[in-house]
């Protein structure tokens, strides 16, 4: 099986079914897209079209389909369909895929759907997940989830399983309860199967079992499931009471929207914003990075002013063709040492001083520098430049670098120590900051050595 | 449950026990911790120390954190192991993480420990899938799966199941297979639970089912599951003939070193290093990254000194002064413009021809481009500047940063097109293209409009 490759021949054959109104073609057509390739392809219509499409088909893909969608095409979706409408959709869905899709209404709508769904079941836990934080244990997991009490026995544990069962996709562990409700352990299918139907559950159950507090942040859920390879993981509250579960899925979407941001970020890039999206909603995530880059270029304007006076002497002026080179050399070596540090704290791998990670940092910058150095050295010559000048920009490029590593290296350890994302320091925010200050030094090291 | 957190504390307690040779204590110590817990702390001892302590902890235990622990570390310390000691871990481990660790030995070493593994079961297995490659679905899946003959009852089924079950830590889906072993479908164990006992397999299993060829790329491999939410997928051959199964604990791996893997290489960070890894194993991942920025700051250098009769001019110097500024900016839209392309290529959502995302990239330029030269020419009013010159620095710029939006969106499309990975386009090598082509076209844009 390949992944489906949505083209523009299957939007097209759709569009096309749709502006025909053959509906009994497109149901079959749609009956065999598995709904997050539906999705894609609602995505890529235009709104008149998916409008056509989502009331056409059944209610139980429809709101498959709409858990997929693109946020900004599902907003727009949501906004064209009655309450009524939404709440026949949510009722079909898993309690935390629910309680995100309805996250996105305005507070009344929000009411006026849950009011419609009668099932207290159901607007129970809706209303429940909705409290939670999104970024917490809370807002990841679902209500769905298969319990049993310790007292019981292996037949009444199968009969009750295949109960519970029928509303949950996947099974994965089964957790087992004492009668206040409490979490004290869990079964797996493998050893249920393997017992005799009168033993009783407390007699086979797994005493040990990992969870995670409804409190706890999504960013811990998820390097606990990955580093310990768990499927899915109970979520309780303080007094250790069962309240839902979080299944790997969501932990992959999860693992992969952070990396996509944090990737963008870096690039200077904000908020979460795809490709496609309006020019409107790109400048907003760009721009705030640009007009950062551009008072960082207008601080060095300033400083290479105040340097005009040696414009006068030629034998200085190469000063003036290096800048760009230091700037970027301090850009280039600050984001370096920053990726390096926000990758490591995200993977817990920060170990030791921060004073033993300078001076690491330092060690491996003057390699590199000496290296670079040389290169300069050899270029100098190739142009006949005085060697005084030459050696003058590697020393000031060595101790420009320096800088920059450090300041690459501190920033991130710094913004991480006082609860802010210090992904945010590598991209525009290191590298205008380094160019300012590498051309800054640049020139007073210049100053000095060569003393005008 | 907390994470983990390694602390300096627990390393030094270990670290004393050891030294006292407190073995006892130590094998009661490491029984409560979990094998990837512990394999974080042996990455934290010296070399020494984890010798002793891999050699003194079960077996079963030590093969677990072998898989876990640094790849650098892994290798030290099997080089200090015996073949025959090595065999021993292996035969413990699932066939893929086995295969995994052989993999990093030499040939010669390979050789040797697979022959003294006696279990003929294990090495065929193990030496099928060291035919793979790293980054395909055969080099992510294990052999160990459940699979069952449409021909048996239910019976036989849960009979046969509870055999081999024995040998797997998690059972997800039953593959159900003809007399051909050709996969023909699945079975849940929800399903089997919930079926008569006498009815035949045949009867009840599930012919649709999900698989990939075991020759697709671990990328496809990757999105197919984490799009579909699958937590197993099973590997066929090209007659479809069932070879193993990958489950979504190594994708989520696999998901987050390919997401840091690009985080490191947009920040100029090539090969798979980390904060603690050796300074020439950081310089060979660095340095070639800061020799391009050299290169081309040096070609900077060539332009800039073709330009230097105009610093005689009073009036034209500024150009000089705002040349890290036009740098910096064609950097900064190149890296966003290639940042999200890249992003979307990754997520198949670029849609739509190259020319239509070009044109869309002009028109966010030239808004952005706008906003920013407004800024510009109040910059200029508050330092006195020629409006003229304020005029020709905003005009050179927005042309400037509308050239590196094309490259920067262009390469990473073109690369993908050539099959190389635009994850590469990103970072230095579009920071240092644009910065060159950004001072070269500002100079000669300056040199029209100005007429010098």
């Known amino acids: 099986m390949k992944t489906f490759e949505l083209s523009k021949e299957i939007i097209q054959e759709i569009s096309q079914l749709i502006s025909n109104k053959k509906n009994k073609e497109i149901k079959k057509k749609v009956k065999e897209i598995h709904y997050a390739d539906l999705a894609e392809i609602i995505n890529e219509l235009n709104f008149q079209e998916s409008i056509y499409l989502i009331k056409l088909i059944d209610s139980d893909k429809t709101s498959d389909v709409l858990t997929e969608l693109d946020e900004d095409v599902r907003e727009k979706i949501l906004e064209r369909l009655s309450e009524k409408e939404i709440a026949g959709e949510i009722k079909e869905l898993d309690s935390d895929d629910a309680a995100d899709i309805l996250s996105e209404l305005s507070d009344e709508k929000q009411e006026k759907v849950i009011s419609l769904i009668k099932d207290e079941n159901i607007t129970d836990n809706i209303r429940e997940l909705l409290n939670y934080e999104e970024d917490s244990a809370g807002g990841l997991m679902a209500k769905e989830l298969i319990s049993v009490n310790e ?168 000063l003036f063709f290096y800048t760009p080179l230091i700037a970027a050399m301090a850009g280039n070596v600050g984001v370096q040492s920053s990726a390096i540090v926000v990758q490591g704290l995200a993977n817990d791998q920060i170990k030791g001083s921060l004073i033993s990670r300078l001076i690491k940092e330092i060690s491996l910058t003057l390699l590199n520098g000496i290296i670079l150095s040389l290169i300069i050295i050899v270029f100098g010559l190739l142009i006949n430049q005085s060697i005084d000048m030459s050696i003058t920009i590697s020393v000031s490029m060595i101790l420009v670098i320096i800088v920059a590593a450090l300041i690459g290296t501190s920033v991130p350890i710094i913004l991480e120590k006082f609860g802010i994302d210090p992904a945010i320091a590598t991209g525009p925010f290191i590298t205008t900051g380094n160019d300012v200050i590498g051309i800054l030094l640049f020139f007073y090291i210049a100053k000095i050595i060569l003393g005008f």
Chains 1, 2 share one sequence.
């Not at 199968?158 to 206040?180: F, G, W």
């Not at 992959?252 to 690039?267: F, M, P, Q, S």
């Open 151 to 318: 007292n019981w026995s292996v037949l009444t544990c199968l009969r009750e399983i295949r109960k519970q069962a029928k509303d949950i996709t996947r099974v994965h562990s089964i957790y087992v309860l004492n009668k206040k409700r409490v979490l004290i352990g869990r079964l797996s299918l493998k050893d249920l199967i393997t017992s005799p139907s009168k033993s009783k559950i407390k007699e086979i159950y797994i005493p040990k079992v990992d969870f995670v507090n409804v409190n706890d942040s999504a960013d811990e859920v998820a390097k606990l499931m990955s580093k310990y390879d768990l499927e899915a993981i109970p979520v309780v509250n303080d007094k250790t009471e069962l309240l839902g579960r979080i299944t790997i899925d969501d932990i992959v979407d999860y693992i992969k929207d952070e990396a996509e941001e944090d990737y963008l970020l870096a690039a200077g890039i904000s908020n979460d914003v795809e490709a496609d999206d309006s020019i409107l909603e790109l400048t907003k995530a760009r721009l705030p990075w640009l007009i950062l880059g551009l008072f960082g270029g207008l601080g060095s304007v300033f400083i290479l002013e105040s340097f005009e006076n040696i414009m006068a002497t030629k034998e200085l002026r190469a």
